[in-house]
Structures are given as structure tokens and as C-alpha cells.
């Protein structure tokens, strides 16, 4: 409610970006008294609520302001870009994590999460490539800390640079690797960019599904050279582990009522008079959600991520950030 007011009254500045720093500012004081592991116990189930179900409930009622027609053709004018940005990304985790000596499943759960879309495309890609659980919890860590980042700065890179709200829909949706940090990002900056990132977001979520598949050959490759006999041939399969209904479960149900939302509106099903209302819920949502990420932030688990992990994800939001750029200058979609 404290957020909300906040943006209302500095409308540049929104309600996401001021719930999440309320919230992390909460979470470090309570960790710097002491008594933040007996107070997360009691609101984890609150906090899980907001910063999961109510978030996506904010991206199906996005769906309300957009038609099936606008979607499909933002989706296709922004796969250049996009998949520009994701190759960009992928590339880069490999160069940058060899200079810095992070190697292996951290590295490729950090790059992934960066150009994908963040937790979900590490849980996605974390049995797969059977991940340990340590390297997830860097690598959520690290994602965790530049979506923050992302909601704080983008909006006031996007007013800099004059950009319109397509075009900044466009940056959040290639260049913001978590969903909830698109919305956030994109709902600060206004309702059109919100609805064109979360449709560019659709577009890109869905590339978890051939990326899962390719490092699941390579998985499937690395243990085929490493084993022998009956674990050899076992280990070849690589369509064993992403079925076709894995590869539909990929897909978020909240992306799917995104969708479903767009069809009724376009077919009429919901009044513009209703709207604005719709709009001003969802992005009340969006605050309470940012909020309780930002409560729910795990100070101790960022500093076990150590330095490396912080610096690799740093590059990769910058290189991300800077190809997402160059590639709307390139295709003339900047403004």
C-alpha cells in the first residue's frame, strides 16, 4: 500500500521499484538483527503467495488490454531481437565465464537464466543437466540481484533515451531475464510497454523448450564419452528426459491465461469501459509481488555466491542490456 501510494504521487518512479526496495531494505535489517530466520518461517507462506500466484494473476489480467491479432504480430516483429539478444547471451556466458574461471553447470545456469527467463529457465534446465543445488542457489542468487537491478534502472534508461513504450516493451522483454522483473519493469514505465514486453516475454519463455532439448544431447553426449556398457547406452537417450508433455509443462499457466485473456478481449468478451479498473489491479498486484521478493531476498545465500558468479552476471546484463539496445538501433525500432 506504501509503494502504491509512492507512485502515484512520483509516477516515473511506479509502485514495483519502491515495494522492492522497501522490501529488501526490511529483509537486510531484519538479517542484520538477527531475527529474520524466525519471521521468514511465519511469512513464507504470504510471501510465497504474493511473489508467485498474485504476480502471475497480474500477467493474466494484462491479457485483458491486448488482442490475439496485436500478439501475434508483436511477437513476430520482435523475434529478431530477440533472438539476437539470446544468442548474444549464450555466447557471452561461455567467453566470459572461461576469462573468469566459471565453468561448467554454474556458468550454463547463469547464461541460460540471464537469456531466457531467469529462476524459471534455471529450474527448467536444472534436471536436465543435473545440476547440484549448490550451483542453483548461485545462480538464482546472482539472477535474483540483476532483476532488481533491471526494475530500478531500466525505466530511467528508457526516459533517457526517449523511448517509446513500444520500444521499451521490446527492451524489457529481450533484455529482463525473470517474468516478474518484465512486468515490474515494463508496468513502471506504462501500460502499453507492460502488455507489448509480456507478449515479447511470451515469445522468449517458449525458447526454453529447444534450449532444454539441445542441453539435454549434450548432456546425454558428455555422459556417453564418460561411461561404458548398459550406462552408456542409457545415457545416449536424449529424448528420454523432455517428453512432449515435459516440454508443454514448461510452458508458465499464467502465459497460457495471458493468451486465453487476449482471445476474449479480442472477441469482445470484455468491455473497454473495464480497463482502466483492470489495469489499476494488476498493477497493485505487481506492487504487492515486488514486495514480497524483496522481503524474501536470502542476504546470507548472495554473499555464499562469492564474487566470480556476481561479476559474470553482471557482464551478461550489460552485454544483454547493450545487444537489446544495438539490435532496435539496427532494426529501427529504438523509438
Not at 500466484?53 to 485483458?64: D, T, Y
Amino acid at each position: 500500500m506504501v509503494a502504491t501510494v509512492v507512485g502515484h504521487v512520483v509516477p516515473l518512479v511506479g509502485a514495483a521499484v519502491p515495494g522492492a526496495v522497501i522490501g529488501v531494505t526490511v529483509a537486510v535489517a531484519l538479517t542484520v538483527a538477527g531475527g529474520s530466520a524466525a519471521l521468514r518461517a511465519r511469512l513464507a507462506p504470504g510471501l510465497k503467495v504474493a511473489s508467485s500466484r498474485l504476480l502471475q494473476c497480474s500477467v493474466v489480467i494484462l491479457g485483458a488490454q491486448l488482442s490475439l491479432s496485436e500478439a501475434a504480430r508483436v511477437g513476430l516483429s520482435s523475434l529478431p531481437v530477440m533472438l539476437g539478444t539470446l544468442a548474444v547471451c549464450l555466447g557471452a556466458a561461455v567467453v566470459y565465464g572461461r576469462l573468469l574461471g566459471v565453468v561448467g553447470d554454474l556458468r550454463t545456469l547463469i547464461g541460460v537464466g540471464t537469456g531466457i527467463c531467469g529462476a524459471s529457465a534455471i529450474a527448467a534446465v536444472t534436471p536436465v543437466i543435473e545440476a547440484s543445488s549448490t550451483d542453483v542457489a548461485y545462480a538464482v542468487s546472482t539472477i535474483f540481484l540483476f532483476n532488481i537491478a533491471a526494475v530500478l534502472a531500466f525505466p530511467l534508461l528508457g526516459h533517457a533515451l526517449g523511448m517509446s513504450q513500444h520500444a521499451f516493451g521490446l527492451f524489457a522483454g529481450t533484455a529482463v531475464n525473470d517474468t516478474s522483473s518484465v512486468v515490474a519493469t515494463a508496468t513502471t514505465y506504462g501500460n502499453s510497454a507492460a502488455s507489448y514486453a509480456v507478449v515479447v516475454k511470451l515469445v522468449r519463455t517458449l525458447m526454453i523448450i529447444p534450449i532444454c532439448v539441445a542441453l539435454g544431447a549434450l548432456t546425454a553426449r558428455r555422459k556417453g564419452t564418460a561411461t561404458a556398457g548398459t550406462e552408456a547406452v542409457a545415457a545416449t537417450a536424449p529424448a528420454a528426459p523432455m517428453s512432449a508433455r515435459k516440454a508443454a509443462r514448461l510452458v508458465p499457466w499464467f502465459l497460457i491465461g495471458f493468451v486465453v485473456m487476449a482471445a476474449a478481449n479480442s472477441a469482445g468478451l470484455i468491455p473497454a469501459t473495464w480497463h482502466g479498473a483492470l489495469s489499476e489491479v494488476s498493477l497493485f498486484l505487481v506492487a504487492m509481488a515486488l514486495s514480497a521478493i524483496g522481503l524474501s531476498t536470502d542476504v546470507s545465500a548472495l554473499r555464499r555466491a562469492g564474487a566470480k558468479p556476481l561479476l559474470l552476471g553482471a557482464l551478461l546484463w550489460v552485454t544483454v542490456t547493450a545487444a537489446s539496445l544495438g539490435l532496435q538501433l539496427l532494426t529501427g525500432s529504438l523509438h
